[in-house]
Nanobody, 123 residues
Framework: QVQLVESGGGLVQSGGSLRLSCAVS????????IGWFRQAPGKEREGLSC????????YYADSVKGRFTISRDNAKNTVYLQMNSLEPEDTAVYYC????????????????WGQGTQVTVSS
C-alpha cells in the first residue's frame, strides 16, 4: 500500500533551519504530486507548498514564500522541504501528502497522508 513517512522535524531556535523529508513507498513519485501541510494546535491544516510530478509546477503559500523550498528526488522516491528563517509561528505538526492530479494547497485534493513530524521553533 502507499505509505508516506515524514522525518526531520525537531526543536530549533528562531532564525534556524530544518529540512523535512517525505519518503514515499508503494507508489512511484514519477506520477505523484506531493504537498506539504502543517497544523498548529487549534488551527486548521494549512497548505504550504506542493510540487508536480515533473517539478514543472511548484506552489508556495504566502506565509512561507521566500523561506521554504520544496524539491524532489524521484530516484529516491523522496520529497524535501527546506525551511529557513524559522519563526515561532512556524511551530506545528508538518505533513506530506500525495495525489495523482495537480499541484494544490487544498487538503481535500490529496489521497494519501503521512503521520506528521513535529516542528517546534523557540523564541
Amino acid at each position: 500500500q502507499v505509505q508516506l513517512v515524514e522525518s526531520g522535524g525537531g526543536l530549533v531556535q528562531s532564525g534556524g533551519s530544518l529540512r523535512l523529508s517525505c519518503a514515499v513507498s508503494g507508489w512511484s513519485l514519477d506520477y505523484s504530486v506531493i504537498g506539504w501541510f502543517r497544523q498548529a494546535p487549534g488551527k486548521e491544516r494549512e497548505g504550504l507548498s506542493c510540487i508536480s510530478s515533473s517539478a514543472g509546477s511548484i506552489y508556495y503559500a504566502d506565509s512561507v514564500k521566500g523561506r521554504f523550498t520544496i524539491s524532489r528526488d524521484n530516484a529516491k522516491n523522496t520529497v524535501y522541504l527546506q525551511m529557513n528563517s524559522l519563526e515561532p509561528e512556524d511551530t506545528a505538526v508538518y505533513y506530506c501528502a500525495a495525489q495523482m492530479w495537480y499541484c494544490s494547497e487544498d487538503v481535500s485534493s490529496y489521497d494519501y497522508w503521512g503521520q506528521g513530524t513535529q516542528v517546534t521553533v523557540s523564541s
